[in-house]
């Protein structure tokens, strides 16, 4: 089992910046990746950004591009979201997914929420305008 706890979350005025953290505990030898999605009321769940656990690849979404920055502390099991000028349309609840399949996925797939096998509970980050 994997577990994932995501913080940092809050309330920030646009232009802010927030920095979540995803602590993985449990089976940490057997993640491969770690993702971001984010969830806003009435939409469906996004994705935002992705790392492999060796920190050599990330993807993000384009509506984040430029401004959020994922990275990996493999000492520390964490992975973090550095999230800066936020806006009114980064509001939702942010979730952390580790993925524990080394099969190779393009970019698109790896978007997809359904490649994920364990995911935490959320954190909500809320963009005052």
């Known amino acids: 089992q994997v577990q994932l706890a995501e913080s940092g979350g809050g309330l920030v005025q646009a232009g802010g910046s927030l920095r979540l953290s995803c602590a993985v505990s449990g089976r940490t030898f057997s993640y491969y990746a770690v993702a971001w999605f984010r969830q806003a009321p009435g939409k469906e769940r996004e994705f935002v950004a992705h790392?492999?656990?060796?920190?050599?690849?990330?993807d993000y979404a384009d509506s984040v591009k430029g401004r959020f920055t994922i990275s990996s502390d493999n000492a520390k099991n964490t992975v973090y979201l550095q999230m800066n000028s936020l806006e009114p349309e980064d509001s939702a609840i942010y979730y952390c997914?580790?993925?524990?399949?080394?099969?190779?996925?393009?970019?698109?797939?790896?978007?997809?929420?359904?490649?994920?096998?364990?995911w935490g509970q959320g954190t909500q980050v809320t963009v005052s305008s």
């Open positions: 997914a580790v993925r524990t399949s080394n099969v190779f996925l393009t970019a698109r797939s790896r978007m997809a929420p359904n490649q994920y096998d364990y």
């Open positions: 790392i492999k656990w060796s920190g050599v690849m990330t």
